[in-house]
């Protein structure tokens, strides 16, 4: 692929290493230290925004907090002829994505290893109070030593946040996003952890948790389907790490663990035991010739045993005493230590965890976590860096040191010296704001009028979107309370029922999201299917609401929540209906010109060609069936 500069900033671009709808991404190296970079070079037409300019400062400004030898680095960022750029360390390998595309498969224990390294990652990320929101193997890198560095921080939500719409991208992988991403709510920690659980069961698996034909039975599967267990598609996983990765995939977020310093603890516990158990298996030896792999309690620190134990031990057996002091790097924590730190970290929050850690020969906030080292820095100043961005058409390049990086944690203001005048000042200003606030709740106690409240209720009616139609309730119940005689208030009484109704569709889907949809019965099995085909294929949505609707009309067995569920069905396929004939009589009226015109000016071939043409375009729309009814009669006469 040929290069569209050779420099920008500091660096001489050497290669494309990926390009995509929000920009392209480089290998270069800098003019003057030689290091090697990737750059990447936002797309033009998104820089000309000036909305995404302030969004893509102010992430800048969040990537630059992040120092972790598993995230890969922040090194520069600028503006080269109005181009936006920033560079990051670059990373000599290749990432989980292409490793998986090759092997298929991992083996647990890689896994395992690999998901640690992410959740330490992760953890010094939240703490500081950023969320990747855009996890999955394609962002996992794998350097020539076999060390992993995540990457791309923040995009997600810089584009995400953009008004500017990219023609071709999809904000956010369907295979590894979490239920409340792919339902557009407010993503947080455990939005993370599901999709590591999604990593770890496509790398051991061989392919994600939930799949589909296309993106949106995709999402509605990863919403509403049923996880199908690890233990199925890979036997050879030990059931503990099954259970570990299917909790991360939980549907509801409060049901997953909390934070990446639990998980990473609780897969660290996990893979120690479990070597231990393959190497307890496959010893031969002695009962006490065992005590150092059988716990790893210093028996020494007990007086009465070791004064005891020699007395028990023949004098052919050799007794080997643990010494947890100066175990090998090399070798796994012991069983009783793992069982103690799990216990420890379900019981504190993870703060205290992060600094009672110790027994682990990886701590997920040992000394590789940096955390502590940026809040714990005492050089301060009190304005941020500046950013480097301004509009003009010139170059312009900051580069991150270590300072920016401790500005960036933690800003200290001095105190201004306190004086009396201050002081009266001060209780002045008090005094004005205790008016203020008594004015204010003697204008805000006051009932609001019918016609305040029946415009909120009027907005509400009018929008498309289900949450401000439940978000009204409260006002629509308290305009029929304070206004019952208002004529109004019949409207009101037909929102409070579809409010109602959608509350227990709300339901249902949170019913099938926790126990999948073979636990329902026949009706709400049934609206689920038309609900999922309203997302993909109106058409077909609209025939099976229309189907359920006669089905179940009759039935006088229903109860009131079916009968929610029937009652629904049919304004659904009548609203899908309506909605497939806008614009019918304008449409059908220019074709039917357009064929008269066909008739009286064209040659009966070509009138023939235009036919075929007419019917090509026109023949699955069902506005339009009569009229390709008639130009089918008209082509056959031509032949």
């Known amino acids: 692929m040929s290069l569209d500069f050779e420099v920008i900033g500091p660096y001489r671009v050497i290669r494309v290493l990926g390009q995509g709808g929000m920009g392209t991404v480089y290998e270069a190296v800098h003019a003057k230290s030689k290091e090697p970079v990737a750059v990447k070079v936002i797309a033009a037409n998104l820089a000309q925004h000036q909305r995404f300019r302030r969004r893509f400062d102010a992430e800048i400004q969040t990537l630059i907090k992040l120092k972790h030898p598993n995230i890969v680095q922040l090194i520069g960022f600028g503006e080269e002829k109005g181009l936006l750029f920033y560079s990051m360390e670059y990373v000599d390998g290749e990432n989980l994505q292409q490793e998986l595309r090759r092997s298929k498969t991992l083996p647990w224990e890689r896994v395992v290893d690999l998901a640690i390294d992410v959740c330490s990652a992760l953890k010094h990320a939240h703490d500081f109070g950023v969320i990747h929101r855009d996890l999955k193997p394609a962002n996992l890198m794998i350097n020539s030593q076999g060390k992993l560095k995540l990457t791309d921080f923040g995009i997600a939500r810089l584009f995400g946040a953009s008004e500017v719409t990219v023609e071709g991208s999809v904000l956010g992988t369907a295979d590894y996003m979490s239920p409340e991403q792919a339902e557009g709510k407010t993503v947080s920690i455990r939005s993370d952890l599901y999709s590591l659980g999604c990593i770890c069961y496509t790398a051991l698996a061989g392919r994600p948790p939930f799949i589909g034909k296309n993106i949106p039975e995709i999402l509605f599967n990863v919403r509403y389907g049923t996880l199908t267990p690890l233990s199925n598609l890979a036997p050879q996983v030990p059931k503990e790490l099954c259970g570990l990765i299917e909790e991360m995939l939980r549907k509801e977020p409060s049901m997953r663990p909390p934070t990446g310093l639990v998980v990473g603890n609780r ?297 929610i569920f029937v009652d629904q069905a049919r304004r659904l396929a009548e609203q899908l209906e309506a909605e497939s004939q806008p614009s019918r009589s304008p449409a059908i009226e220019s074709i039917e010109e357009q064929m008269t015109w066909a008739e009286a000016n064209l040659s009966a071939s070509t009138r023939a060609e235009w036919l075929r043409g007419l019917i090509e375009l026109f023949e699955e729309k069902p506005w339009a069936r009569e009229l390709i009814e008639s130009a089918k009669r008209k082509l056959e006469a031509i032949k």
């Open 267 to 563: 897969l660290q516990s996990l893979r120690a035991g479990l070597t231990k158990r393959a190497k307890d298996l496959a010893a031969d030896k002695t009962e006490i010739g065992n005590l150092r792999e059988l716990t790893s309690i210093d028996l020494r620190d007990d007086t009465e045993i070791a004064s005891v134990l020699p007395s028990m031990v023949p004098s052919d057996v050799t007794v080997v005493l643990s010494d947890t002091n100066k175990t090998k790097p090399s070798e796994p924590p012991k069983q009783l230590s793992d069982a103690k730190a799990n216990s420890n970290h379900s019981q504190e929050p993870p703060k205290t965890q992060s600094s009672t850690s110790p027994s682990f020969s990886h701590s997920m906030a040992g000394p590789q976590d940096l955390t502590r080292e940026a809040l714990s820095n005492s050089e301060f100043e009190i304005n941020d860096p500046p950013s480097g961005i301004d509009l003009t058409a010139k170059t312009n390049f900051t580069e991150v040191g270590e300072s920016d990086r401790r500005r960036s944690s933690i800003v200290i203001a001095d105190a201004e010296p306190s004086t009396a005048w201050n002081q009266w000042l001060s209780v002045a200003g008090l005094i004005g704001v205790l008016i203020a606030c008594a004015g204010t709740i003697f204008w805000f106690t006051r009932p609001p009028s019918a016609d305040s409240l029946y415009l909120e209720i009027s907005q509400a009616m009018n929008s498309a979107e289900d949450s401000q139609i439940l978000e009204i309730e409260p006002t629509a119940e308290s305009f029929q309370a304070l206004y019952p005689s208002d004529p109004r208030n019949t409207e009101v009484e037909v929102l409070l029922e579809e409010i109602d109704s959608l509350r227990t569709i709300k339901q249902l889907q949170r019913k099938a999201r926790r126990g999948g949809t073979d636990l329902l019965d026949p009706v709400e099995q049934a609206f689920l299917e038309c609900i999922k085909y309203q997302e993909i294929d109106t058409e077909i949505a609209k025939r099976k609401l229309q189907a359920m609707a006669v089905v179940f009309r009759a039935s006088e067995n229903l109860t009131s929540k079916q009968r």
